[in-house]
């Protein structure tokens, strides 16, 4: 897989308005787009269209939409995904293997679903507020576990648990949000880490949002990431 096709860019925006200028810059130098929650509450498949015929070479997309339901709203709810031309789709890990093996099932061979284990935002305490006594990384084991077995191509993890994760599960699907080149705030993020040490420790794909829509030149801040990515590969 090309450096380019390992990053993605989080098009978080409140509608499309806001959101097509940014992609417009950023769409040509990523292998993948994700349309999260905000800009698809407001726009909807609109969203998912506008980063499909960004570009000639256009990304693939990435819908981040962390479904958590019953199995058979969640299946059906991938099913739709899968319709729209999406190739990732996210659910949460927490909804159990009924759950995750019904989103597989609903989307099919074109769209991979890909399950949440533990937000980036979480950290131990937050997890024991939610009753879960395992640290992060183990609670990210667990939960990857049970979403591999239920039919999962794979799963989101922080680049922290990344390389237990590879080590586990060689053929599973990492991705890794929480990523921000060196020097930048960490923001709302908990267990983050450089693109480079995400890549190294084992990720598929890394996902970079704020670094990139704060750039003064998106565009140029992308290219910068995916060579940062290119260097971590040993890539010339």
């Given at each position: 897989?090309?450096?380019?096709?390992?990053?993605?860019?989080?098009?978080?925006?409140?509608?499309?308005?806001?959101?097509?200028?940014?992609?417009?810059?950023?769409?040509?130098?990523?292998?993948?787009?994700?349309?999260?929650?905000?800009?698809?509450?407001?726009?909807?498949?609109?969203?998912i269209?506008?980063?499909?015929?960004?570009?000639?070479?256009?990304?693939?997309?990435?819908?981040?939409l962390?479904?958590?339901?019953?199995?058979?709203?969640?299946?059906?709810?991938?099913?739709?995904?899968?319709?729209?031309?999406?190739?990732?789709?996210?659910?949460?890990?927490?909804?159990?293997?009924a759950?995750?093996?019904?989103?597989?099932?609903?989307?099919?061979?074109?769209?991979?679903?890909?399950?949440?284990?533990?937000?980036?935002?979480?950290?131990?305490?937050?997890?024991?507020?939610?009753?879960?006594?395992?640290?992060?990384?183990?609670?990210?084991?667990?939960?990857?576990?049970?979403?591999?077995?239920?039919?999962?191509?794979?799963?989101?993890?922080?680049?922290?648990?990344?390389?237990?994760?590879?080590?586990?599960?060689?053929?599973?699907?990492?991705?890794t949000?929480?990523?921000?080149?060196?020097?930048?705030?960490?923001?709302?993020?908990?267990?983050?880490?450089?693109?480079e040490?995400?890549?190294?420790?084992?990720?598929?794909?890394?996902?970079?949002?704020?670094?990139?829509?704060?750039?003064?030149?998106?565009?140029?801040?992308?290219?910068?990431?995916?060579?940062?990515?290119?260097?971590?590969?040993?890539?010339?």
């Amino acid at each position: 897989m090309a450096a380019r096709d390992r990053l993605a860019f989080a098009l978080d925006a409140p509608d499309l308005a806001r959101a097509l200028p940014l992609l417009r810059r950023v769409a040509p130098e990523v292998g993948v787009v994700k349309v999260g929650l905000e800009l698809f509450v407001r726009a909807g498949p609109d969203a998912i269209r506008a980063v499909r015929e960004a570009t000639d070479r256009a990304p693939r997309v990435f819908l981040d939409l962390k479904l958590h339901d019953i199995p058979r709203t969640v299946e059906r709810a991938a099913a739709n995904a899968a319709a729209l031309g999406v190739e990732l789709l996210t659910v949460h890990a927490a909804g159990g293997a009924a759950m995750l093996g019904a989103a597989c099932s609903g989307a099919g061979d074109a769209c991979r679903i890909v399950a949440v284990t533990a937000l980036t935002s979480l950290g131990a305490p937050d997890l024991r507020a939610l009753g879960v006594a395992d640290e992060p990384a183990a609670w990210v084991d667990r939960l990857t576990d049970l979403a591999i077995g239920a039919g999962c191509a794979g799963i989101v993890c922080s680049p922290l648990e990344a390389a237990a994760v590879r080590a586990r599960h060689r053929g599973a699907l990492i991705v890794t949000p929480g990523v921000r080149p060196a020097g930048a705030p960490s923001g709302d993020q908990a267990r983050t880490s450089t693109p480079e040490d995400a890549v190294r420790a084992g990720a598929d794909l890394v996902v970079v949002g704020r670094p990139i829509h704060e750039a003064t030149d998106p565009g140029e801040a992308a290219r910068g990431i995916v060579r940062s990515i290119a260097a971590a590969l040993g890539e010339t």
